[in-house]
């Protein structure tokens, strides 16, 4: 056989083999792009098979030599058809820490649900009886000016009279229509012992002591029924009518009396009953005179339809020379009925009280 035919033969069997490697080598590279979507949209047609000589099994075949390196595939290079998208419905929009001066604002606390409302009821002590529940209860305070603060409550006595009883005074009264009752009571004596009686007998009392009791001047007068009676007292000179004649028209209040102005009325009674029992009481703060003087004391007695042509009476109190409390009974004759609406002035049933600035 010819040398260089043999040379020649074996040259293109090698060039054969070399073509073939480089088909498959780019046939496993276009299969690579097609998996993963980037090949292009036309493949070059595959090269013609090489066919080999007879004699190829008995040539020495040597090794091919390495493939070239895989070209570098950029996104640009590759066509618009092969890159797919993000979704926009499935896109995941940033997580953004807050802002630091935003921090401040945020609302990080847990709204505590709403306390039940707490309901009080008032109920009676276990194994009370209705006679514990319904008995009245009698409290006082001591006041300036020798006054007793006094509160009934009395719940099953609702809208009833009572009688008020204090070292001899009595006068008449009635409780609210929730069976309570207060009043600020001039008292004669200290200890003060006070007591209210109910229709159906029942009372209540308390006792007080009023230590300021020395410090002022008092006088009382009450009566019962109709009789038209009332204490009047004319301080410093006074004449009817004028800033110092008090009585119930000028009663003033305690709080005059302890700002050293001059004294005070006070009217004890709702005028209600078959027979109603009323208390005037004049005080004057003794301790507090801004002057020497005199306040003269009267009674009068106005003529009235159901006082004229009969004989009233009364009982006043005042001090004697031990600084007790002394009852004195008045008893007057009335005018006939043709008298109606005038008074009578009685100005020597009573002591005057004598002042001295202090």
């Given at each position: 056989?010819?040398?260089?035919?043999?040379?020649?033969?074996?040259?293109?069997?090698?060039?054969?083999?070399?073509?073939?490697?480089?088909?498959?080598?780019?046939?496993a590279q276009a299969s690579r792009y097609d998996a993963i979507g980037e090949a292009?949209?036309?493949?070059?047609?595959p090269p013609a098979q090489a066919t080999l000589l007879p004699s190829v099994s008995s040539i020495l075949v040597q090794e091919a030599p390495a493939p070239e390196p895989a070209p570098t595939v950029t996104l640009a290079s590759l066509e618009p058809a092969s890159v797919v998208p993000q979704r926009p419905e499935t896109a995941l929009a940033p997580v953004l820490d807050p802002a630091p001066e935003d921090m401040a604002t945020l609302d990080t606390s847990i709204a505590a649900?709403?306390?039940?409302?707490?309901?009080?009821?008032?109920?009676?002590?276990?194994?009370?009886?209705?006679?514990?529940?319904?008995?009245?209860?009698?409290?006082?305070?001591?006041r300036p000016a020798g006054i007793a603060a006094l509160?009934?409550?009395?719940?099953?006595?609702?809208?009833?009279?009572?009688?008020?009883e204090h070292a001899g005074l009595t006068y008449s009264d009635r409780t609210s229509d929730l069976g309570t009752y207060s009043v600020r009571l001039p008292v004669l004596s200290s200890p003060a012992e006070i007591r209210i009686t109910f229709p159906d007998g029942e009372q209540t009392d308390v006792t007080l002591d009023v230590p300021d009791l020395g410090s002022i001047d008092r006088v009382a007068l009450?009566?019962?029924?109709?009789?038209?009676?009332?204490?009047?007292?004319?301080?410093?000179?006074?004449?009817y009518d004028?800033?110092?004649?008090?009585?119930?028209?000028?009663?003033?209040?305690?709080?005059?009396?302890?700002?050293?102005?001059?004294?005070?009325?006070?009217?004890?009674?709702?005028?209600?009953?078959?027979?109603?029992?009323?208390?005037?009481?004049?005080?004057?703060?003794?301790?507090?005179?801004?002057?020497?003087?005199?306040?003269?004391?009267?009674?009068?007695?106005?003529?009235?339809?159901?006082?004229?042509?009969?004989?009233v009476s009364g009982e006043s109190f005042q001090r004697d020379e031990n600084g007790v409390f002394q009852p004195m009974t008045i008893t007057?004759?009335?005018?006939?009925?043709?008298?109606?609406?005038?008074?009578?002035?009685?100005k020597n049933l009573l002591r005057d009280m004598k002042v001295a600035s202090n």
């Open positions: 056989m010819d040398t260089t035919k043999m040379i020649t033969a074996g040259g293109t069997i090698l060039a054969s083999v070399a073509t073939v490697g480089l088909m498959v080598w780019q046939e292009s949209e036309t493949a070059a047609p649900p709403d306390a039940p409302p707490v309901v009080t009821t008032e109920t009676p002590a276990p194994n009370m009886t209705e006679a514990e529940m319904c008995a009245p209860v009698l409290t006082a305070d001591a509160t009934l409550s009395a719940p099953c006595h609702e809208s009833q009279p009572i009688t008020v009450q009566w019962s029924g109709e009789t038209g009676l009332s204490l009047h007292a004319f301080e410093l000179g006074a004449g004028d800033a110092g004649h008090v009585w119930i028209e000028n009663a003033r209040d305690a709080d005059h009396a302890v700002g050293g102005r001059g004294g005070f009325f006070t009217a004890l009674g709702d005028g209600t009953g078959l027979t109603p029992k009323t208390v005037n009481i004049y005080t004057y703060p003794a301790d507090m005179a801004v002057q020497d003087g005199v306040i003269r004391l009267s009674v009068e007695a106005e003529v009235t339809l159901q006082s004229c042509g009969r004989d007057l004759s009335m005018p006939g009925c043709d008298a109606v609406g005038e008074y009578l002035v009685l």
